[in-house]
């Protein structure tokens, strides 16, 4: 076969090469490589006897299973874009997401189609449902959706894809944005390929290994999973799990040997004791999400001595950015490494010089891995993905053309021997759990909600979750005081686990403001500090 070059490339040349060589498991059940390549080509033949075009959305609000994986990379072959959402997303953030990019297939269940039957009117693109099992009794869809099976889809008949080549987009993953509205970063084929090569060369990937998919796939270090396996030929475990004990389990029974968590889920299995099992097999682990604890690496390592810690650093604008190498943990634990393999990290001052060793500044990545921006939003597309000054890079000034890097917001510093350093964020965004969350996002649900007259949400330092989500707020216009109580009720119903603050706080009269006039996080967040020492 030619190289691979197309997402689904990926999983056609392991076919070709060891067609009966397992590719997937999930509940006790695995699937060889030619089987995966099978049911990939009949979904995205069943788009096409749906009347797909050419780069139409296809969005997937799943679990992880085998439909999940077959409906992403069979989108990509019909020449469609899949975008994945997180199970665990309210409705209302399901349909936001489907109408933002004009889903035109929505593929689900049908245990979680019931609970969208109220928004689906708001998706005026959506034209298909495609559900994973018989339809519930008495299903009425709004007017103009049509419904399909699974199986029905996969019966249609063989047909080409259309055209796309690397540069054409593959998928939208959906992050929290500054503003408040999740933004959707475009990923190419070009970009999903050269992150799945990049990260199994310096994971040493190879036909004998068996990944764990713990992360959500709606992520794009969840998803590099399956890219990482699917390229090197290995098999990848589906996992959805409740308990962290259930990963051990897991890792044990299908002799896991590569495992990519976030630091929230270390913790927790750091406290653990591991079966024997684990350890033999496990060769190595992988932090990505935020820094891990130095405590947290150390029991880790203690729990699986013979095991490779990779510490690494990555942007959804820009897939994977920079790995620790292990034999680099001892001496430098609190970094982030350096460049992985084809991206160049630069630190860049605010005229976009370069700054000097030590000195910190911007962390700008470049190269294949660099996304195609945000999807219908220019101006934040403009404020993140700018082009490179002359001079940075070996850019001379001689090149019309311009080269679009990625800024992150992330500020850093690098050492002499060109090791990086992670400083602090330049945005408000609170990375808790693993996630990036807006606090505009949050106060907008509060706000909602109308049991809160003024709020204000912020990060605080937790031990666990990286970051918890502390919210100031203000009783509503009548009210004798805040009903602490009825809002935190309230927010477990419109908001994901994940989004739900740790602790409301009332206070009294206006909140603070800045000189702009918008309430003064920052202020309010130092004054939080002050008065309750940070775990």
């Known amino acids: ?113 019931p609970l969208l039957l109220e928004v689906l009117g708001g998706c005026p693109a959506l034209r298909h449902v495609v559900l994973t099992g018989a339809p519930p009794a008495g299903l009425a869809l709004p007017p103009g959706l049509a419904l399909s099976t699974w199986d029905e889809l996969l019966a249609a008949p063989a047909r080409a894809g259309h055209r796309v080549i690397d540069a054409d987009m593959a998928a939208i993953l959906y992050t929290s944005g500054s503003t408040g509205r999740p933004k959707g970063v475009v990923l190419s084929h070009r970009n999903l390929v050269a992150g799945a090569q990049s990260v199994a060369s310096y994971l040493e990937n190879h036909p004998g290994d068996t990944l764990l998919a713990a992360l959500p796939l709606s992520f794009d270090a969840g998803f590099s999973q399956l890219t990482t396996a699917f390229h090197a030929g290995a098999r990848v475990v589906l996992l959805n799990w409740l308990l962290p004990r259930d990963v051990l389990r897991c890792m044990e029974r299908e002799r896991v040997t590569g495992l990519t968590a976030v630091p929230p889920l270390y913790i927790q299995l750091a406290a653990l004791e591991w079966p ?88 700008v990545h470049r190269g294949a891995l660099v996304g195609l921006g945000y999807w219908n939003d220019p101006e934040r597309t403009a404020e993140r993905y700018r082009p490179l000054p002359a001079g940075v890079a070996g850019r001379e000034g001689a090149l019309p053309l311009p080269e679009i890097a990625v800024y992150s917001g992330d500020t850093v510093r ?112 130092t004054a939080w500090a002050q008065r309750r020492p940070q775990p």
């Open 414 to 525: 690098r050492d002499a021997e060109g090791f990086l350093y992670f400083v602090g964020r330049r945005d408000e965004m609170i990375k808790t759990s693993g996630y990036r969350v807006s606090p505009t996002e949050v106060e907008e649900v509060l706000y909602a909600t109308g049991r809160v007259g003024e709020c204000a949400a912020f990060g605080v330092e937790h031990p666990v979750l990286g970051q918890a989500i502390q919210v100031v707020a203000t009783a509503p216009e009548g009210a004798a005081a805040l009903d602490v109580a009825a809002l935190l009720a309230e927010c477990r119903v419109r908001m994901p686990a994940y989004m739900v603050p740790a602790g409301v706080e009332a206070a009294l009269g206006p909140l603070p403001r800045n000189a702009n006039g918008k309430i003064d996080r920052k202020a309010l967040s």
């Open 1 to 113: 076969m030619s190289a691979v070059t197309l997402l689904f490339d990926l999983i056609a040349r392991a076919a070709h090469r060891a067609p009966e060589a397992p590719a997937l498991s999930c509940a006790g059940q695995t699937l060889s490589y030619a089987q995966l390549q099978s049911r990939v080509q009949g979904f995205a033949a069943g788009l096409l006897g749906l009347g797909l075009q050419r780069a139409e959305r296809v969005g997937l609000w799943l679990e992880k299973r085998f439909e999940t994986v077959a409906a992403s990379f069979g989108a990509a072959a019909a020449g469609g874009v899949f975008v994945p959402l997180n199970p665990l997303l309210k409705p209302a953030q399901v349909a936001f997401i489907l109408a933002d990019c004009g889903v035109r297939v929505l593929v689900t269940s049908p245990e979680r189609l």
């Open 276 to 363: 024997a099992a684990v350890r033999q097999h496990l060769r190595y682990f992988a932090n990505t999400g935020g820094r891990l604890p130095r405590q947290t690496l150390a029991l880790l390592r203690a729990c699986a001595p013979h095991s490779k810690p990779f510490l690494m650093y990555g942007l959804t604008e820009a897939f994977r950015s920079t790995v620790l190498p292990p034999e680099e943990v001892d001496r430098r634990p609190d970094s982030i490494g350096r460049a992985i393999p084809n991206a160049e990290i630069l630190v860049l001052r605010e005229d976009g010089s370069e700054c000097a060793a030590d000195e910190p500044g911007e962390l």
